[in-house]
């Protein structure tokens, strides 16, 4: 029996991942444990949560994995430094100290921070995200094809997975990379880098793609391969403490915006821009990928493959039979990827793929919390909770839906990755249309443009949306189905803008996006069979296949990962009941919280 820990850190997203002999045991963000969105530090807790929920200790670990090779990101980091010699002094003196101190001497730092004896890897960045993609995948062979920001040198890569070996053919090399270009647009739209890209694709439908042009004639050359290269004279990235420049400001014509200042139709144009180059670039990369390699099925990693809107345009095209994204596609995944890589590919097992069921098992692979556990929480601190058999809970949390209510949804193992997958999640009625605005602006506390994902029944999926298949992980975007469309009066259709936003498009409004499309979530009774029984439930009671999901947080903060996470959550903001395992709480009849700050530290979880 081996053990292999992988682990990713120090850029954001830290996380850990424990695979047994080639299963995935488990897998966490440290953000989840410490609280602090994106944590990039070691993830200490993640690792210490892998090893309780294995049984094992650190000594029983046969080799540790980290997702990058350090000394190569360092070479890039010189070499870019020297290379804008001397307008990149100031950020080379901001991370200088922390390489020199630690990111150099990882492996010593890595088993003194584990206390551990044993052999450290370090695969390539983008060796890992193809090894998430792959090994994780259902495919026995496949092409892959990773985008993100940048790793060491490389920030897009393709090849071919066999069986238990990948194989990169091609690479593009920093600073040319698309997930920066996508990132320079986030930063001058407003929003965080590294974090706020997916506000970009939510706010692109309210746009025109006024400005493709500017975009492909300016800041991008793209090849008809999908190969790429950036005009540096409009970036700052390299060398500077910004992603843009002076140059960049006055094509665009004006300032970045500032963060929370009022959205103007100029960034939704925008947003809308770089989004279609970004399809365009994902999409002739595909096809280009198909014809080199004559592979059937491709998979995605890196932290461009969370483009829901790109990865629908490549299946809808039909360039590939199938297509299978990493749902930890960004930086957390590449811990999984690590762990893969050395037990395929490092030890050589093999590796049988039936090209139906994949390797991730739903990616619930987080911490679980029993009833006992549950219930002695809520006695602790004397909190109102009604013990429900699992039959009721879900006829009454149906019932709540139904009525228009908000849900907070805690059940067994949470998931890994960006999005909440029906363990921690926040539930509503698809068919509401006010069920956005709610939502958005009274749990979330998030911009109101921002769109809700559905969760659709796995065998009803193609009765809403228009695709004939599962997307498990909410990493695809379809359109809602024509006969489930509210016909728009000409005055509706004049609309621009966030305008668009209160014009009611489908049955189910709450999940359809300004555009008609959704990132759609379907439930499968053998990944989450308590989940499916309530939206089973759901439809037979009161005829709906869909309800929303969104994660269980607010802006800002992580995905909540205990029962205490879920219950200062719950009473933070306007959610109306609670099912925390099969407890059912009500809102109305809690109390208020004093002072939760004070709270949260009195009660700490076993």
Known sequence: MKNILGISAFYHDSAACLVRDGEIIAAAQEERFSRKKHDHRFPQNAVQFCMDYAGITIDEVDIVAFYDKP??????????????????????????????????????????????????????????????????????????????????????????????????????????????????????????????????????????????????????????????????EYFNFVAGLTMTNGKFNKLFGGEPRKP??????????????????????????????????????????????????????????????????QPAAGD??????????????????????????????GSYLGPEFSDETISDFI?????????????????????????????????????????????????????????????????????????????????KVSEYFEIDRPSPYMLLVADVKKKRRVPMSEEEKSYFGIKKLNVKRSDIPAVTHVDYSARLQTISQKTNPKFYSLVSRFEQDYGSAVVVNTSFNVRGEPIVCTPQDAYLCFMRTDMDALALGNYLLYKEEQKPLENDTDWKKEFELD
């Open 71 to 232: 000394f190569l990101k360092f070479e890039r980091l010189l070499e870019s430094y020297l290379a804008y010699a001397p307008s990149g002094i100031k950020s080379f003196i901001k991370a200088m100290p922390l390489w020199i101190k630690e990111k150099l001497w990882m492996k010593e730092f890595i088993k003194k921070e584990l206390g551990f004896e044993g052999k450290v890897l370090f695969p390539e960045h983008h060796q890992s995200h193809a090894a998430s993609a792959f090994f994780a995948s259902p495919f026995q062979s496949s092409a892959f094809l990773t985008i993100d920001g940048v790793g060491e040198w490389t920030t897009t890569s393709y090849g071919v997975g066999n069986g238990n070996n990948i194989s990169i053919l091609s690479e593009i090399k920093f600073p040319h990379s698309l997930g920066l270009l996508y990132s320079a647009f986030t930063y001058y739209t407003g929003f965080k880098v590294n974090s706020g890209e997916y506000k970009v694709m939510g706010l692109a439908p309210y746009g025109e793609p006024k400005y493709v042009n500017a975009i492909l004639e300016n800041l991008i050359d793209l090849k008809e391969d999908g190969s790429f290269k950036l005009n540096m």
């Open 260 to 325: 929370e200042s009022e959205l103007t139709q100029r960034e939704m144009d925008l947003a809308r821009s770089v989004q279609d180059v970004t399809e365009l670039a994902m999409l002739k990369m595909a096809k280009h990928i198909r014809k080199e390699t004559g592979e059937k099925y491709l998979t995605l990693a890196g932290g461009v493959a969370l483009n829901c809107v790109a990865n629908g345009k490549i299946l809808r095209e039909n360039i590939f039979d199938d297509i299978w994204i």
């Open 332 to 361: 957390a995944g590449g811990a999984l990827g690590a762990a893969l890589f050395t037990w395929y590919q490092y030890f050589g097992n093999e590796r049988n793929a039936d090209n139906k069921n994949d390797f991730q098992k």
């Open 379 to 459: 006695n602790s601190q004397k909190i109102m909770a009604h013990k429900l058999e699992e039959t009721e809970l879900i006829k009454k949390s149906a019932e709540l839906l139904n009525n228009e209510k908000v849900l907070g949804w805690f059940q067994g193992r949470m998931e890994f990755g960006p999005r909440a997958l029906g363990n921690r999640s926040i539930l509503g009625d698809a068919r509401s249309s006010k069920m956005q605005s709610v939502m958005n602006l009274k749990i979330k506390f998030r911009e109101s443009f921002r769109p809700f994902a559905p969760a659709v029944l796995e065998n």
